[in-house]
């Protein structure tokens, strides 16, 4: 098993900035194969940012916005998000996977959620 725990979840001004948090531990505690997903409501869940294969990868909507990162060494990744837009509005969930695959095949483990609310 693995848990995942998001934080840095909160309210800012459209254009502001927040960094968040997410901690894994478990049996499978790499940061090789971890993202960033999105929901809100009355909307699917979206992919935001991830690494794959030592590589990250954005979502179009982030893109130039946002920065995935990760320290290994605290089995830890980051979403660094810049210019927030009302859209940007959601509950953000961690995710992560055995092995690296494409994030549109599945999700192993998903964290709680920490809610970002961007005000205009």
């Known amino acids: 098993q693995v848990q995942l725990v998001e934080s840095g979840g909160g309210l800012v001004q459209a254009g502001g900035s927040l960094r968040l948090s997410c901690a894994a531990s478990g049996r499978t505690d790499s940061t090789s194969a971890m993202a960033w997903f999105r929901q809100a409501p009355g909307k699917e869940r979206e992919f935001v940012a991830g690494f794959n294969w030592g590589r990250s990868s954005y979502a179009d909507s982030v893109k130039g916005r946002f920065t995935i990162s990760r320290d290994s060494a605290k089995n830890t990744i980051y979403l660094q998000m810049d210019s927030l837009k009302p859209d940007d509005t959601a509950v953000y969930y961690c995710?992560?996977?055995?092995?690296?695959?494409?994030?549109?095949?599945?999700?192993?483990?998903w964290g709680k959620g920490t809610l970002v609310t961007v005000s205009s």
């Open positions: 995710a992560a996977n055995r092995v690296p695959k494409s994030w549109s095949y599945a999700v192993d483990y």
